[in-house]
């Protein structure tokens, strides 16, 4: 029996977290690194951690500007940051952003759900204009019911208004949700709306947000059937 069956019985749709879980964040530096020199994972890194400390930072105040904006404020930042790095890369960047590689087990892990009659999802911070370049890129768009974005709602993850994005899509109560983020923060997010969430933990980090677990941790997406 495949993990997802065991963990998440009569689950009804699958739902997954896109930046992090379907694509690889890093891959828009990656692709320039020859170009932005030594500090390329560092640009990658702080860029990533920028891009969300300023959607908690609104959350949490109230505010919100669409994730498209906080893409290219940390961007910014981090130039601002590295001077080594030429900020006419910039507009590159940004450019590799919209199109992101997908990790590579994606499609096939997407058509096997569709094939066992599973519905499949993204749910995201990302903007609905974001997430179709990003889903037509890596060609998956076929294996996808819906892309939901916090747009709708005005609030980031890991407001339970985001989660409830997903429950009204599809008439689901969360318990017959299963979710699937690389991102930690997500997860417990998710979980505490009720969802059953797995952590996809490609890195090997350690655990956090003891109080709310997930219903397993998978090395990649793969694990999951």
Same mark, same amino acid.
């Given at each position: 029996?495949?993990?997802?069956?065991?963990?998440?019985?009569?689950?009804?749709?699958? @739902?997954? $977290? #896109? *930046? %992090?879980?379907?694509?690889? &964040?890093? =891959? +828009?530096?990656?692709?320039?690194?020859? !170009?932005?020199?030594?500090?390329?994972?560092?640009?990658?890194?702080?860029?990533?951690?920028?891009?969300?400390?300023?959607?908690?930072?609104?959350?949490?105040?109230?505010?919100?500007?669409?994730?498209?904006?906080?893409?290219?404020?940390?961007?910014?930042?981090?130039?601002?940051?590295?001077?080594?790095?030429?900020?006419?890369?910039?507009?590159?960047?940004?450019?590799?952003?919209? @199109?992101? $590689? #997908? *990790? %590579?087990?994606?499609?096939? &892990?997407? =058509? +096997?759900?569709?094939?066992?009659?599973? !519905?499949?999802?993204?749910?995201?911070?990302?903007?609905?204009?974001?997430?179709?370049?990003?889903?037509?890129?890596?060609?998956?768009?076929?294996?996808?019911?819906?892309?939901?974005?916090?747009?709708?709602?005005?609030?980031?993850?890991?407001?339970?208004?985001?989660?409830?994005?997903?429950?009204?899509?599809?008439?689901?109560?969360?318990?017959?949700?299963?979710?699937?983020?690389?991102?930690?923060?997500?997860?417990?997010?998710?979980?505490?709306?009720?969802?059953?969430?797995?952590?996809?933990?490609? !890195?090997?980090?350690?655990?956090?947000?003891?109080?709310?677990?997930?219903?397993?941790?998978?090395?990649?997406?793969?694990?999951?059937?």
């Amino acid at each position: 029996m495949a993990l997802l069956d065991e963990a998440v019985p009569g689950a009804r749709v699958v @739902v997954f $977290d #896109a *930046y %992090g879980t379907l694509f690889d &964040v890093h =891959a +828009a530096v990656a692709r320039h690194a020859g !170009a932005i020199g030594p500090d390329a994972q560092a640009l990658s890194d702080l860029w990533r951690a920028k891009q969300l400390e300023y959607s908690w930072v609104l959350s949490l105040y109230g505010g919100f500007r669409d994730f498209w904006q906080l893409t290219r404020e940390a961007l910014d930042h981090a130039l601002a940051r590295f001077p080594s790095v030429d900020p006419a890369m910039a507009d590159k960047l940004l450019g590799a952003y919209r @199109v992101l $590689d #997908a *990790y %590579g087990e994606v499609p096939a &892990v997407l =058509a +096997a759900l569709k094939a066992r009659s599973l !519905a499949t999802a993204i749910l995201s911070n990302g903007e609905k204009a974001m997430l179709a370049d990003a889903v037509a890129s890596a060609g998956i768009g076929a294996h996808l019911d819906a892309l939901l974005s916090v747009d709708e709602v005005r609030v980031f993850k890991t407001s339970p208004a985001a989660y409830a994005l997903v429950t009204r899509r599809f008439g689901l109560e969360p318990a017959q949700v299963a979710f699937v983020s690389s991102n930690r923060w997500d997860v417990a997010g998710a979980t505490r709306f009720g969802f059953r969430a797995f952590w996809v933990n490609r !890195a090997g980090a350690p655990d956090e947000y003891a109080d709310q677990p997930p219903v397993a941790v998978l090395p990649d997406l793969a694990a999951l059937l």
